[in-house]
C-alpha cells in the first residue's frame, strides 16, 4: 500500500514522524536523528544545546504575554529497536522503515516501526515548529540510547534544563497518564566450556523455533507469550536426556528488553534415533500449541538435517546449561498489591548464544519495588552460580515513585476531563521510563508520562493508532496551554 502517513492528521507531527522512519536510529546508532534535530532546532532559530553522549536540547521561548508562566520540557528518545522478521531483509543502520496504512493503525513492512519513540519525538518538533500555540517557556529534550542501556538519561548533567515540569512523551495507551514505573538491572551469565568431537555415528540438526509474537518486556510481560529460549531449551532437555542428544550451538534472542521471539540450535544425534528424535519434535509442538495456540497461533518448532559440526559442547557444562535454562524464572514473578493490575517483579531471560568458548546468557530484571529485584538478583546468582557459571548484573537505574499530589496530574486531568467529558487513568508502568533516571538528577521536577495508543513495542507487528495521535496532539497542546 502506498506510504501516505505524512498526509495524516495532524499534519505536523506525522511529516516529522514519516521523516523518522526513513533515518536509521537503533539504540547507540542515532547520530543521523541527533543531526536531523539539530538542523531542524537551527533553522527555527532556536537555542540548540548538545551534550558530550548525544543528548539534545532545544529552547522555544514562551508565546508573548506567557513568559512567566512555569517552563515546561517535553521529553522523548531518539532510538528504535531493531527488530524484523527471521524472512525480511533489513539493515537498521542503513535502510528506511517500510511504513503502511491498515485499518486506522500504522504498522512497519516487517521490521518495528520505531512509533516508540518516534512519535514522542515528533510530537516535541511539531510543538517546537507550530507558530499557533499558547503556552510558557518550552525545552525539548532528545535523549539518546534508551532502549539499550538509557545511556543519554544517565549521562544528563544537572544545570543544563532549566524548567520545573517534565512531561514524558514514552507511554504507550491515550487516555493514560503515566506517574511511575519500574527499574531494572541487567543480568549477565556466562559459562565457559570445552570443545569435544562429535560422537560417533551421530547426524546434525537445526533446531528452529520461531513465529513468536515476542514484545516489550515490560508492556506486554503480563500477556502469557511464549520465551522462545525457554520453549527451545525444553526440548533440547528432552533430546538430551532421552535421545542422546548433543549440543553444538544456541542463538536465541536478540535484545534484553525484547521478548526473544526466535531461537536456533544446532544439535547432533545418534544416528539410529532420528525418527524418534523427528517424532519428538512433532510432539513437542502439538504440546507447545497446546499450551499456547490462544496467544501464539504462528508458533512453530522445526528440525532439519544439517552438516554435522566439528564439535559439540563438553558434557557436564552442556548439561548445567539445559538445566539452568530450564529453572530460571521468566516471566512475571509477582503482580503489585498496590495498584491492581500492575506487574510488580519480572524476569525476561532474552539471550542465549553461543560465542567461541562461551555461552552468554543475558536478561533483564524489572522491579518497583527494590527489595524484590535485589531478591531477584539473588536468586539468579544462586542458580546460575550453582551451575558453575560466572553471574554478574550492571546497567542498573532507578523506578520513579508515584505522587499522587503532583500539580501537572491535577492540571491534566483537569485539561482531559473538559474536552473529553471523561477522567483519564492514573498508571505506573512496569518498564524503564526515562523518568526515574532523570528524577534523580532534576528532583525538583513535577513529571508525568503521557502518549498515544501503540501495540506490540519491540517486535515487527508494533502498530500506533491513528486516531489516538490525534486525540494525543490535542491533549498535550491543551496542556501547555493550561500550565
Known amino acids: 500500500m502506498e506510504n501516505t502517513i505524512a498526509n495524516l492528521e495532524p499534519k505536523l507531527l506525522w511529516k516529522h514522524f514519516n521523516a523518522l522512519t526513513a533515518i536509521p536510529r537503533p539504540s547507540k546508532k542515532e547520530r543521523a536523528a541527533v543531526t536531523y534535530v539539530q538542523d531542524f532546532g537551527h533553522k527555527l532559530g532556536l537555542e540548540v544545546v548538545t551534550d558530550g553522549v548525544g543528548n539534545v536540547v532545544i529552547r522555544k521561548p514562551a508565546a508573548p504575554g506567557h513568559e512567566s508562566r512555569p517552563g515546561v520540557i517535553l521529553q522523548a528518545h531518539l532510538d528504535m529497536v531493531p527488530q524484523k522478521n527471521s524472512g525480511k531483509v533489513h539493515d537498521f543502520e542503513k535502510d528506511p522503515i517500510e511504513t503502511f496504512i491498515e485499518d486506522g493503525w500504522v504498522k512497519a513492512k516487517g521490521t518495528t516501526l520505531g512509533a516508540d ?36 538519561a544517565n549521562n544528563l548533567q544537572p544545570g543544563v534544563l532549566r524548567g520545573d515540569i517534565l512531561i514524558n512523551l514514552d507511554s504507550e495507551d491515550e487516555g493514560e497518564l503515566y506517574v511511575g514505573c519500574a527499574g531494572g538491572t541487567n543480568a549477565n551469565v556466562v559459562f565457559s566450556f570445552h570443545e569435544n568431537p562429535v ?59 525484547a521478548i526473544p521471539r526466535e531461537a536456533f540450535a544446532v544439535v547432533t544425534i545418534p544416528a539410529d534415533q532420528t525418527q524418534n528424535f523427528m517424532d519428538a519434535v512433532e510432539d513437542f509442538l502439538d504440546i507447545y500449541r497446546s499450551e499456547f495456540g490462544n496467544v501464539e497461533p504462528d508458533l512453530n518448532l522445526t528440525a532439519d538435517e544439517t552438516t554435522i559440526p566439528s564439535l559439540v559442547m563438553e558434557e557436564v557444562v552442556q548439561d548445567d546449561l539445559i538445566n539452568a535454562i530450564q529453572a530460571c524464572p ?22 542465549v548464544k553461543t560465542d567461541n568458548r562461551e555461552v ?57 476531563r473538559e474536552k473529553w467529558n471523561r477522567t483519564p487513568e492514573i498508571k505506573a508502568i512496569h518498564a524503564g521510563l526515562e523518568c526515574g533516571i532523570l528524577g534523580n538528577v532534576y528532583p525538583n521536577w513535577d513529571m508525568i508520562s503521557c502518549g498515544p495508543t ?18 494525543f496532539w490535542q491533549f498535550l497542546t491543551a496542556t501547555l496551554s493550561e500550565v
Do not use: C
Request: glycine share 12%; hydrophobic share 40%; no cysteine.
Open 117 to 152: 519513540n518516534g512519535i514522542g519525538v515528533a510530537a516535541i518538533l511539531a510543538v517546537l515548529e507550530s507558530d499557533n500555540l499558547m503556552h510558557g517557556p518550552i525545552e525539548g529534550l532528545f535523549t539518546v540510547d534508551e532502549e539499550t542501556g538509557m545511556t543519554g
Open 199 to 257: 560422537p560417533k555415528g551421530h547426524k546434525g540438526f537445526k533446531l528452529a523455533l520461531v513465529g513468536l509474537k515476542g514484545g516489550h518486556s515490560g508492556m506486554d510481560i503480563n500477556m502469557g507469550r511464549g520465551n522462545a529460549n525457554k520453549l527451545l531449551f525444553r526440548f533440547i532437555k528432552y533430546a538430551v536426556a532421552n535421545l542422546g542428544a548433543r549440543l553444538s550451538s544456541v542463538d536465541g534472542g536478540s535484545l534484553r528488553n
Open 330 to 351: 521468566n516471566g512475571v514473578i509477582r503482580m503489585s498489591t498496590e495498584m491492581e493490575g500492575l506487574v510488580e517483579t519480572s524476569l525476561n531471560l532474552a539471550i
Open 360 to 416: 552468554k546468557v543475558m536478561a533483564l530484571l524489572r522491579s518497583s519495588v527494590d527489595s524484590a529485584k535485589d531478591d531477584l538478583e539473588s536468586s539468579l546468582e544462586s542458580l546460575f552460580g550453582l551451575a558453575g557459571a560466572e553471574v554478574w548484573f550492571d546497567g542498573h537505574y532507578p523506578g520513579w515513585k508515584p505522587n499522587l499530589e503532583s500539580s501537572i496530574l491535577q492540571t491534566m486531568q483537569k485539561v482531559y
Open 454 to 471: 501503540i501495540r506490540y513495542p519491540h517486535s515487527p507487528d508494533e502498530k500506533v493508532n491513528i486516531d489516538s495521535v490525534g486525540l
